[in-house]
């Protein structure tokens, strides 16, 4: 009796294990998608827009909710959503990577390199902003520009890819600094167009595609996609694996603009480029793949609507940040680690144990 107590403790204690379940299995990549102001009802807007079924968000089969409160207000903004998404720690609205007590938060990324994993990102906004910053940047303040562009510069990212050229020219910075010369010095080809990017066959790149912020979705064509696929191809090159993120980043600006046909051209850009990031991971076998947002912008419903026609009558509320839940999208190894409702900062915290870092 007391041997078949002991076993059935046993089979309790262990994470599908070997009293007839499945090990589970740790990613060997992990990548992270954000949809800058993308609550659910964005996501449905979506759904119904790809007529029901077509739906890239429907193919994930484990699903959940973040909390995405700040660490000094209700509503996030975009640099402590960012944080606590990178770095599993609550930071004051507009820090990136940074303590109130002006101690400098690691990221996942940071663990990638110390265990000798490719890292980098690919967004739709300049790449010194908010989300993307979070990858690489710490700073008390989500606009000092000239030390964002500084430590990019300087950061072991393999691939960068957005707009934001002017940042690393000496003319346009207050300190005459070029971080593109520093970018030259570690390594680093930068290039200027979608084409340049796709031939790149060196090993590091920034792909500063705009001089400022990249065009809207309808202007800007097919760039989310083949840039987010050409980064995954260059930092699958490493056997040791890699981190990134993707951002839909004008999902966001969409909604302060409260420009429903705006948002309709981003979310069919993301839907995409989710396919595309899927079908790679599906075909891969040993990546991870997290979809979230750092917050719901502009208290979007939907009072009406026609599923089969693809049609939404979206209906915004103001033109900012709110402080709903923002649903949280999971495939791959460990992705049954997501479901639930958590904290924004449990997400890269369960990324780090999945990864063993």
Known sequence: ?????????????????????????????VILIVGDGMGVAQVYASVVAERGNNSAFLRFPYTGFSRTYSLNKYRTDSSAGGTALTTGRKVDNYHVNWGPDSSRYQTIFDDAVTHGQSTGFVV?????????ASTYGHVPYRKMYDTLSLQLAQCDHTVMVGGGYKYFLPENRKDGLAPLDTLAARGCTVVRSLDSLLAFDGQRVAGLLYDGDPLTAPDRGDVLRPAAMKAISMLNRNPKGFAMMIE????????????????????????????????????????????TADHETGGLTLPDGDIEQG???????????????????????????FSGIQENTDIPQKIRALMGW
């Open 1 to 29: 009796m007391k041997r078949l107590i002991f076993g059935l403790l046993v089979c309790g204690a262990v994470l599908m294990g070997s009293c007839g379940g499945r090990q589970e299995r740790a990613p060997k990549n």
């Open 124 to 132: 739709t906004s300049d790449v010194l902003d908010a989300t993307p």
């Open 248 to 291: 839909g980043s004008q999902i966001d600006w969409a909604c302060h603009n409260n420009d429903s046909a705006y948002l309709r051209a981003e979310l069919a850009d993301f839907e995409v480029m989710l396919h595309a990031v899927l079908d790679w991971a599906e075909q891969d076998g040993n990546t991870l793949v997290v979809v």
């Open 311 to 337: 049609l939404n009558t979206p209906r915004f509320h103001w033109g900012s940040h709110t402080g709903c839940m923002v649903p949280v999208f999971a495939y791959g190894p460990g992705a049954e680690r």
